[in-house]
Every structure is written in C-alpha cells, then in structure tokens.
C-alpha cells in the first residue's frame, strides 16, 4: 500500500504535485537541493489553497492538514528513506534524471515504485540506469497538476503489470483520469503538442501572422482554451525546445526540428512566464497579457 511519497523538485510541477497528493491524505518528503525553492514552493502551495478557501471549494481545515503533511529535505538520502512511491520533478535534463534514479535504486525500499514525470525522455533508459526497471514508470502529470486531470502513464519496456496496475489505481484515487501509452518518443500528449507548438512559431517567424493573430485563429476558430504562442509561455520555451529535440533525435524527422526563433529566444532567455517575456510579457500581479515590444506591430 502506498502511503508515504516522496517528491523530487520543488518547481512548478514538483510544488503541484506534493500539493495534490498531499491534499488526499498522503505523506509528502518534498526534496530539493536548494532550502530557498524549498520555502518558496510552500509558499505557493499555501497561496494556492487560499485560493481554494476563497472559491469555496475547501474549508481552512484542509489547508492546516494539506501543509501538516508535506515535510522538506535537501537530503536526498533522508527524503528517499521511507518512499512507498517516488516522482521525479526534476528539470528536463536526461544526465540529471539518469543520475537521479540510479541513486534512487540504491537509497529507496526494495519494493518502492520510482516514477518520473518527464514530459518526454525515455522511461525505458531511465529504467535501464535502475537496478529495478520493472518497477520505474512514466506518471505525466499536466499543468497546473491541481486543477488539470489528465496523468499519462509510460509503460517502458520493462515496466511490470503490477506497476502500471498500482499507478492506475492511485491516480484515480486523487481524483485523475489516467491514460495509459507506451514509451516513444514525446508519448503522446507531447507528439502531438509540440509539432503544434513548433508550426506556431513557425508561422509568426515566416511572417504570416503576428502573435496576437495566431493565438486567436487558435482559441476562436479550433476552441483551444489558450493560443499556442501563449501556452508555449506557460510551459516555458525552454522546455518546448527540450522536448522538439527529443523527439527530432528519437524520429529524426525533419518536422520536429525546433524553430530558429524558438531556438533564439531560449538562448536569450526569453523563456515565457517564468522569465517575464516569451512571446507576451508578463508582469507579478497582472493578468493582463500583451504582445512582447519584440513582436508588437510598429
């Protein structure tokens, strides 16, 4: 039965995941090598749940209870210790997660489930660096992980039926709609996302449309909730181009080649929301989104 789980990163992704499974009872070792991302993470999950309180979809009790459950580590040996399950929320970087998880198969319990929440990197070869590869898993949550109830599940090619059984279950019992696919490159949320994404950029970079324009044939003419310009932002361009070029190594198919504009603006850390400026420009506390000056109509 799993009970106790630890978290690996405490960035967006990590913070939302130890908020949700934290909020269903369970207890979270969130760990991270920095005490400051640490402090910051609870921050935004306390701000979150006011959020929730002010909606009126909790009471303050859950709050207390949600927050009592999480506890921080810097210490990977001592956040891993008693794991039931792990989740790496680890930058998407293949050296740092190989390196994570075969650390992981010596710290862990031996029957503890070691999962990754990569957005594309092979669960098979993350496995291959385990000393446990039936028991390593693909559990791709979306973003914001509180809100969004999509988890896809990578079965790699070794991962055992008792694994992806138990993963299943437990994402139902936080309330997700898991979806089963198997580990190619990009599964499919990002097969299919990104190419997108990736023609997007392509079209404000030959010039057919501006920013604004694209997004709202996007949102207006295909009801998709956000343009894709604006919902590479969110994801963080960075992590768009991490994804195009693991799909362009793994097809090596010219369609997933990343943009040149793409490319640029991430070596000029132009990044989207976390950096401030992406496509759009954003500013602490405002909602309001407008057209970066970089894009803007002169």
Do not use: W
């Amino acid at each position: 039965m799993i009970q106790n789980i630890t978290v690996i990163g405490s960035g967006t992704m990590g913070n939302g995941i130890a908020h949700t499974f934290a909020q269903n009872g369970f207890k979270i070792s969130l760990v991270d090598i920095s005490s400051e991302s640490l402090v910051k993470a609870l921050q935004t999950i306390a701000n979150n749940l006011d959020r929730q309180i002010k909606k009126g979809a909790i009471e303050e009790s859950v709050k207390t209870s949600t927050l009592s459950n999480i506890t921080t580590y810097t210490d990977l040996k001592a956040g891993a210790a008693n794991a039931d399950l792990v989740i790496e929320a680890a930058t998407e970087n293949k050296e740092i997660k190989l390196s994570l998880f075969k650390q992981l198969s010596e710290l862990c319990k031996a029957d503890a489930i070691v999962a990754s929440n990569t957005s594309s990197i092979s669960i098979t070869q993350i496995a291959a660096a385990t000393n446990r590869p039936d028991k390593v898993i693909g559990m791709h949550f979306m973003n914001p992980v509180p809100v969004m109830k999509l988890v896809e599940v990578i079965r790699g090619y070794a991962t055992g039926d008792a694994t992806i059984n138990t993963i299943m279950q437990l994402s139902r019992d936080l309330g997700k709609n898991p979806v089963e696919v198997n580990d190619y490159p990009g599964f499919v949320a990002n097969r299919i996302l990104m190419p997108m994404i990736n023609e997007a950029i392509y079209t404000l970079f030959e010039g057919v449309a501006g920013v604004a324009e694209i997004d709202t044939v996007m949102k207006l003419g295909m009801a998709h909730p956000m343009g894709p310009l604006q919902l590479a932002d969110f994801i963080g361009l960075d992590v768009c181009l991490a994804i195009l070029r693991v799909l362009y190594d793994g097809f090596g198919n010219q369609k997933y080649a990343p943009c040149p504009l793409l490319v640029n603006m991430v070596t000029a850390g132009h990044l989207g929301v976390k950096s401030g400026n992406g496509f759009y420009t954003y500013t602490p506390g405002n909602k309001e989104v407008i057209v970066a000056s970089k894009f803007a109509h002169s």
